[in-house]
């Protein structure tokens, strides 16, 4: 791929640099709320911009989605990203399986609505109704 630039165009940039700032906004709130302290806006942004700089930019720069043949990113860059910091790791970890388990628990109740609109049975009323019928079968 000699040649070929993988960086992205600068408005991506500029969405990732908004997303990474939004996320650093959230996780201050979160630390203010626990640890009872404030963190100014530009404390937030510096901290924002860190991050970009250290993350980023050393991602976007290192050439691994082009190596990697993608372009997007996912759980599992960020957790090869953040190795170096086992706290950074630990909590990136924690919060990835946080939400695949928030994910699954809601495709679990959508499909269980969707089967309830189709009045269709759930495995548990499948088994129940099966044991219901062979119990008066034997009557």
Not at 24 to 49: M, P, R, T, W
Not at 64 to 78: C, Q
Not at 115 to 139: H, I, L, Q, Y
């Amino acid at each position: 791929r000699a040649g070929v630039s993988v960086l992205p165009p600068p408005w991506s940039l500029q969405r990732l640099k908004a997303a990474v700032h939004y996320t650093v906004g959230c996780l201050c709130q979160e630390v203010e709320e626990d640890k009872d302290v404030q963190f100014s806006k530009q404390s937030i942004a510096a901290i924002s911009e860190i991050t970009f700089r250290q993350c980023g930019t050393a991602w976007v720069t290192s050439g691994y989605l082009g190596h990697a043949k993608r372009s997007t990113i996912n759980t599992e860059d960020v957790k090869l990203l953040a190795r170096r910091s086992s706290s950074l790791l630990k909590y990136i970890t924690q919060k990835s399986d946080e939400l695949a388990s928030s994910n699954m628990e809601q495709k679990e109740k959508k499909k269980k609505k969707s089967s309830a609109a189709k009045g269709e049975r759930t495995p548990g009323e499948k088994e129940a109704a099966v044991t219901e019928n062979e119990d008066s079968n034997m009557s």
